[in-house]
């Protein structure tokens, strides 16, 4: 009996499919892996933003008084907690009247991601009128 060697046998046909199907499952946990960071990487740069945008409200003001405030800003991928501080710096080292006097701006800003709370901090210094 004599076969024909032109085409595949099924046993062939099923260890390619199976090589592919786990192929295709990879990639598919790979995208999924890739989404999440994507949303943890968004969630970053926008708390970074609103960060560096309550630093700028204060820097924008000639003389911003000491204290603190706070605010929650709600948007699509979540909630962003920031609290911003204002407070005098005494420099004991130094001879104050050769310096305008200094205060320290801080911002931060937090938020939860998954089952983690997140936070981010900016610090800046600005003189004092």
């Avoid at 990487?41 to 003389?63: G, N, V």
């Avoid at 911003?64 to 605010?71: I, R």
Wanted: hydrophobic share 45%.
């Amino acid at each position: 009996m004599q076969y024909n060697k032109n085409g595949f046998t099924f046993i062939e046909i099923l260890a390619a499919l199976a090589i592919v199907a786990i192929a295709v499952v990879a990639l598919l946990r790979l995208q999924l892996i890739s989404i999440n960071m994507t949303d943890r990487t968004d969630l970053t740069t926008r708390a970074l933003f609103l960060a560096q945008q309550k630093i700028d409200e204060t820097l924008a003001l000639l003389s911003p008084p000491s204290g603190t405030d706070h605010g929650t800003i709600r948007r699509d991928a979540g909630e962003l907690n920031w609290k911003r501080e204002i407070t005098d710096l005494n420099i004991n080292r130094l001879n104050q009247s050769d310096f305008a006097p200094l205060r320290r701006v801080l911002v931060e800003v937090s938020w939860k991601q998954g089952n983690h709370n997140k936070q981010i901090s900016l610090t800046t210094y600005i003189a004092a009128n």
